[in-house]
């Protein structure tokens, strides 16, 4: 009988030490980019959070121009109707044909959309203190200039504002029209 002789293999693997080295080189790693991950994702949030606002502004005035009605946005905490709360943004908002012009949403008043309230820690203000922003059939905003700011409550700092002209005109930017940077209060 005939047995045929291999040569021993090389073990395949790795070390204890080179393991060790590994997952040492990996938690280095990790806790170096953990403060830049989070920090993107806070951008990210409130960069969300502004084009959300200018998408619904914008929806608001071009539904005035074309339905030839007045249109509003207010705070609304159930999705349904204003709350009457000027600096509630962040709990939700409603963007409504106003029929009667009573700057407040009826039962028979069409819902365009409703916005969620925003996610944790992400705060909405509004400098108008105004509990609805109202565009008119011309597409004008009604009363004077508005502006939102994006914040994250537990810094207390904002990256973007929305500016909101009373032409109706709405615009993103890290400045106030003043020319301020933005800041929570």
Not at 20 to 25: F, K, S
Request: aromatic share 6%.
């Amino acid at each position: 009988m005939d047995v045929a002789h291999h040569p021993r293999r090389a073990a395949r693997g790795m070390s204890l030490i080179e393991l060790l080295t590994g997952v040492a080189v990996l938690g280095v790693s990790l806790t170096m980019v953990a403060p830049a991950w989070r920090d993107f994702t806070d951008r990210n949030r409130i960069v969300t959070a502004a084009n959300s606002v200018l998408t619904n502004l914008h929806l608001a005035r071009s539904t005035a121009v074309s339905r030839n009605r007045r249109v509003g946005l207010c705070p609304s905490t159930d999705g349904i109707g204003c709350s009457g709360d000027a600096f509630g943004w962040q709990d939700g908002y409603i963007v409504f044909v106003d029929l009667d012009g009573d700057r407040s949403r009826d039962e028979d008043e069409p819902l365009l959309r409703r916005q969620d309230a925003q996610p944790h820690g992400l705060l909405l203000h509004t400098s108008a203190g105004r509990p609805v922003l109202s565009f008119r059939p011309d597409g004008s905003a009604w009363g004077t200039n508005a502006s939102f700011r994006v914040c994250l409550g537990d810094t207390r700092s904002a990256y973007r504002a929305v500016v909101l002209y009373g032409s109706g005109r709405a615009r993103i930017d890290r400045r106030l029209p003043d020319g301020r940077k933005v800041a929570c209060d």
